[in-house]
T-cell receptor
Framework: DTAVSQTPKYLVTQMGNDKSIKCEQNLGHDTMYWYKQDSKKFLKIMFSYNNKELIINETVPNRFSPKSPDKAHLNLHINSLELGDSAVYFC????????????????FGPGTRLTVL | GQSLEQPSEVTAVEGAIVQINCTYQTSGFYGLSWYQQHDGGAPTFLSYNALDGLEETGRFSSFLSRSDSYGYLLLQELQMKDSASYFCAVMDSNYQLIWGAGTKLIIKP
């Protein structure tokens, strides 16, 4: 069984469209994340979300909105897509540990390659 | 601001040993992690250091010096399959993982 899964794997769409990427984890983790990886391979955290709190990165445009129907799912909705949104988007999850002993290892999904034309 | 510095690219020969360095400047520190990412793949966890010293896992070792805000990943007996990008990441005082820009490891036969 896949630990962290994302759909779709590839997404090609026109500028101005609205699209969603789905993510599911079956690890029982409390925290989930969305990352954007650009062509230069830089991994940028966009959001992290756990049972208690959604943490929004202030540099993320409000066209991006995470939605979590339950703690096993964190979907990413993008409005009014722009050329600069083209990237690979990774979902990840981790199990919060005890302070001082936590590793918070993150488990990544396979990624969604988004191409905006 | 918070930052992690690691070389953008390292080249080594198959069978050799290579060290990838990482220096960090973060608000608080809980630990240094290393992740591996092959082209077209997802990052996968390699190691974690919370305390000073060397952690060994097979051919890979990771070192941390908190007083120097420095760590490294050591890869021994390099194999072609080790060609990948390697990211260091630090957990800061807000339990957020701050990522380096990644080091592309090129291995030549």
């Amino acid at each position: 069984d896949t630990a962290v899964s994302q759909t779709p794997k590839y997404l090609v769409t026109q500028m101005g469209n609205d699209k969603s990427i789905k993510c599911e984890q079956n690890l029982g983790h409390d925290t989930m994340y969305w990352y954007k990886q650009d062509s230069k391979k830089f991994l940028k955290i966009m959001f992290s979300y756990n049972n208690k709190e959604l943490i929004i990165n202030e540099t993320v445009p409000n066209r991006f909105s995470p939605k979590s129907p339950d703690k096993a799912h964190l979907n990413l909705h993008i409005n009014s897509l722009e050329l600069g949104d083209s990237a690979v988007y990774f979902c990840a999850s981790s199990q919060d540990g005890l302070a001082g002993g936590r590793t918070d290892t993150q488990y990544f999904g396979p990624g969604t390659r988004l191409t905006v034309l | 601001g918070q930052s992690l510095e690691q070389p953008s690219e390292v080249t080594a020969v198959e069978g050799a040993i290579v060290q990838i360095n990482c220096t960090y400047q973060t608000s608080g520190f809980y630990g240094l992690s290393w992740y591996q990412q092959h082209d077209g793949g997802a990052p996968t966890f390699l190691s974690y250091n919370a305390l000073d010293g060397l952690e060994e896992t097979g051919r890979f070792s990771s070192f941390l010096s908190r007083s120097d805000s420095y760590g490294y990943l050591l890869l021994q007996e390099l194999q072609m399959k080790d060609s990948a990008s390697y990211f260091c990441a630090v957990m800061d005082s807000n339990y957020q993982l701050i990522w380096g820009a990644g080091t592309k490891l090129i291995i030549k036969p």
